[in-house]
């Protein structure tokens, strides 16, 4: 089970941290990924990281703004997001999936539910 949280109305330029907390599995040995899907849009990948956190992947349109991180001993995956715009609104979900990380959702067999983030001008 995943439980993403952390979401929340911010004004643009500002931060918000988003959380996911994974229990019942042996989180380290599995890859984690953030996706979001804003109103009337498919849904999009916007991070991976491995199961060690050596290695991430982020959407072109958050490089240098977001950063996912692990912490396996907290069962815990984070995606810290500065310089927030109003095209980053969206409901945040978090993904994992044994093997390396994917920019597909398709291929992730466990999926937390979604928290909102609002970016207002």
């Known amino acids: 089970q995943l439980q993403a949280s952390g979401g929340g109305l911010v004004q643009a330029g500002g931060s918000l941290r988003l959380s996911c907390e994974a229990s019942?599995?042996?989180?380290?040995?599995?890859?984690m990924g953030w996706f979001r899907q804003a109103p009337g849009k498919e849904r999009e990948f916007v991070a991976g990281?491995?199961?060690?956190?050596?290695?991430?992947s982020y959407v072109g349109s958050v490089k240098g703004r977001f950063a996912i991180s692990r912490d396996n001993a907290k069962n815990t995956v984070y995606l810290q997001m500065n310089s927030l715009k109003p095209v980053d609104t969206a409901v945040y979900c978090c993904?994992?999936?044994?093997?390396?990380?994917?920019?597909?959702?398709?291929?992730?067999?466990?999926w937390g539910q979604g928290t909102l983030v609002t970016v207002s001008s």
């Open positions: 019942g599995r042996t989180f380290s040995s599995y890859s």
């Open positions: 993904a994992a999936r044994t093997g390396p990380y994917s920019t597909s959702g398709s291929v992730y067999q466990y």
């Open positions: 990281i491995n199961w060690s956190g050596g290695t991430t």
